[in-house]
């Protein structure tokens, strides 16, 4: 059985999801849409700027919010899912979450009516995570400026696990799900 993607995507409202891999701040960008607090704790040397995720994100509408760690981080993911004044929290995870804070993470969501989605390290999650995705950028020949990315759903607590190649469409600032790129026959005739 295989999952259709509108059935995963976008994430569940009213949840906390978790994503990794090298695309996990693209795939953040393109699921969360609207309002958005994003934490991220002040010790880490990468900094998230607003213009470049203009693409995906609107700057007006990115609240960023620099805890100095992830004690103060949670606390701060908690209050926001909880309120619910915005409608999509994104949390920068450095350590894994036990199922305590995980768990309050997932009953705050559900309180404030708020999607909430983690980006963990690769191999690092919560037990108490609705779904998993990891999201790894995909080179494409065909296109110069490629946005091809492949998300695999690798946990799902509400059902089957699957992969698409997704690519974002700037012209309708949309998702758009492409076929993977396959190995063409030969039809020349010539053996390899």
């Given amino acids: ?26 795939f953040a960008s393109m699921a969360v849409r609207g309002h958005v607090l994003w934490i991220r704790e002040a010790w880490l040397s ?6 470049g995720l203009l693409p995906l994100v609107d700057p007006a509408q990115l609240l960023l919010a620099r805890p100095k760690d992830q004690v103060d981080a949670l606390a701060v993911a908690e209050e926001a899912l909880k309120d619910g004044a915005l ?10 979450l036990d199922l305590r804070e995980g768990r309050r993470l997932q009953l705050a969501a559900k309180a404030g009516r708020t999607t909430g989605l983690c980006i963990i390290p690769d191999g690092m999650g919560s037990n108490a995570a609705e779904t998993r995705w990891r999201a790894t950028p995909v080179f494409d020949q065909e296109w110069e400026d490629s946005t091809l990315m492949r998300w695999e759903i690798i946990k799902n607590k509400s059902g089957t696990l699957g992969v698409w190649h997704v690519r974002w469409n700037q012209q309708t600032s949309r998702l758009d799900v492409v076929s993977p790129v396959g190995e063409r026959p030969d039809f020349t005739g010539a053996s390899g």
């Fill in 87 to 96: 409608p999509n929290v994104v949390l920068d995870v450095t350590r894994p």
């Fill in 46 to 51: 990468e900094t998230l700027t607003p213009q």
């Fill in 1 to 26: 059985m295989r999952v259709e993607f509108h059935s995963v995507f976008p994430l569940r409202r009213a949840r906390v999801h978790e994503v990794c891999g090298a695309g996990a701040i693209a």
